[in-house]
């Protein structure tokens, strides 16, 4: 088994998404992983424990089979700051409300860089709006400065996760 909190898996996996549905679908998958991981390492890895215990806690009809039911018994025990768990549960909501959506957003978009701002992990980090250029004005520079905020958005967006995912590669968790 290999780690999925390595920081260059991270980025190849993500790599390649340039809409912000793969992103956040692909994030989500990530963190499952991530979360699955973490949690095979908390509990006691006894053979008898492992399948009298631990599978049908973790398995799809078990109580943990849900990621946010997962997330939030991590939060209660400890294994996650809250901030990063509050990172974790909106990479969640926002995989969800894009996958919704009949529109296929861009990073740039307004009403997507609203919701990507309550991201603590995207506060500490930053990102700069651009003035946004008159749309029938110069179409090349609007088109431009679109694509330029596309590209700071979602740098800034992979500095994110692979912040918070970090945080499931903790070693002894509990």
Known sequence: MHDLTKEDEILERLAGLDNPRGFFMETVSIVAEGVEQMLRRAFRQEEY??????????????PLSELS???KLMLALGM???T???????????????CDSRKDY????????????????????????????DAAGDALLYAMQRDRQDQMTRSALLLCVTRVVSELGKESPI
């Open 106 to 133: 861009r990073f740039s978009d307004e009403a997507l860089f609203n919701r990507l701002t309550a991201l603590c992990s995207l506060q500490a980090v930053g990102v700069p709006r651009l003035p946004n250029a």
């Open 49 to 62: 424990a492992v399948k009298y215990a631990i599978e049908p806690l973790l398995n799809r009809e078990g």
């Open 84 to 98: 990063a768990y509050q990172d974790l549960e909106l990479f969640i909501k926002l995989r969800d409300w894009l």
């Open 69 to 71: 039911v997962r997330l």
């Open 80 to 82: 996650l700051s809250a």
